[in-house]
């Protein structure tokens, strides 16, 4: 059975930064490439981040040059690094295997 599940977020003033992590298991983690979504209040889910197998990364517009994504294919977990954190980051974050597959998800909330 496939799990995912975020953990990092957080209350972060403007400018601030998180990490971050979702640990995978119930597959083959280092076989699939992973995302991160986002989802605020009364907007659609959004791809923040995609990240292959091997560690080529690919971003939203909003994310290029803030976030990075990484991967430890040992550990079968994905991590997101958020820095230079807006008020417009406020969302849930959610890992993704590629498949209908999703955690709870971890607030994060940018605000003074």
């Known amino acids: 059975q496939v799990q995912l599940v975020e953990s990092g977020g957080g209350l972060v003033q403007p400018g601030g930064f998180l990490r971050l992590s979702c640990a995978a298991s119930?597959?083959?983690?280092?076989?699939?490439?992973m995302r991160w979504y986002r989802q605020a209040p009364g907007k659609e889910r959004e791809l923040v981040a995609h990240i292959e197998p091997r560690g080529d990364a690919r971003y939203a517009t909003s994310a290029e040059g803030r976030f990075e994504i990484s991967r430890d294919n040992l550990k079968a977990t994905v991590y997101l690094q958020m820095n230079l954190l807006k008020p417009e980051d406020t969302a849930v974050y959610y890992c993704n295997d590629g498949f209908n597959h999703w955690g709870r998800g971890t607030q994060v909330t940018v605000s003074s």
């Open positions: 119930g597959f083959t983690f280092s076989d699939y490439a």
